[in-house]
């Protein structure tokens, strides 16, 4: 009960803070999603190589990278909601749109309730289960380290956002489920296998 009242709070308060983008939120939603196939994950994927190219050329320093993403935003969240109200006229927006846009901020609110609820049951393991906690932990900071020495990292760092782009569209249409079931599956044959195997041995 709690949870489902801070996921509303969240969303009235997402919804506030999203209400000058709510236009650029719909169409971002529709293009993440792959509301056109093949289109739209063509266009993600070709935009994030674009963006990571130009990275790679520019080869700037942490501080200017960092300077430069915060002065971007800055000037979006300055312009966008000016152009909006120039280019969008009050009665374009239908209650269609509305009700798509409230469910949006919904699910961005559940999924930010989603995201801190696994990270305090992942801490409350130190507390609870130690034994798994410390384990998982120094394994996992440890296979970081080696792949951060292993790959380069700005490749490293295109992979993973372009990953976190198309993460919507895949598991919008299924296809997250498809490979899930896929890999289930070949794990159960797996072991199946091998158990036969050592039945045929005994």
């Not at 990275?55 to 312009?79: G, H, K």
């Not at 198309?166 to 199946?192: V, W």
Request: aromatic share 14%; with cysteine; net charge positive.
């Amino acid at each position: 009960m709690a949870e489902v009242q801070e996921q509303d709070i969240l969303s009235k308060k997402v919804k506030h803070s999203l209400e000058n983008w709510r236009e650029i939120i719909l169409f971002t939603y529709d293009f993440l999603i792959w509301k056109s196939i093949p289109v739209y994950p063509g266009a993600i994927l070709g935009l994030s190589t674009f963006i990571f190219i130009c990275i790679v050329l520019l080869d700037p320093t942490l501080l200017s990278f960092i300077s430069s993403i915060c002065l971007i935003i800055v000037i979006l969240d300055y312009v966008v909601p000016i152009l909006m109200t120039r280019l969008f006229h009050p009665d374009s927006w239908t209650g269609q749109k509305e009700k798509k846009f409230e469910e949006i901020c919904l699910q961005i609110a559940n999924s930010s309730v989603s995201i801190k609820n696994d990270i305090y049951y992942f801490y409350s393991l130190k507390d609870t289960r130690p034994k798994i906690y410390y384990p998982v932990v120094i394994f996992g900071l440890l296979f970081l380290s080696w792949l951060g020495n292993t790959i380069n990292n700005i490749f490293l760092t295109y992979l993973c956002v372009t990953y976190i782009l198309m993460l919507p569209g895949l598991k919008h249409n299924g296809y997250l489920q498809k490979a899930s079931n896929l890999i289930r599956q070949y794990l159960t044959e797996a072991l199946r296998s091998v158990g036969s195997k050592k039945e045929k041995k005994q």
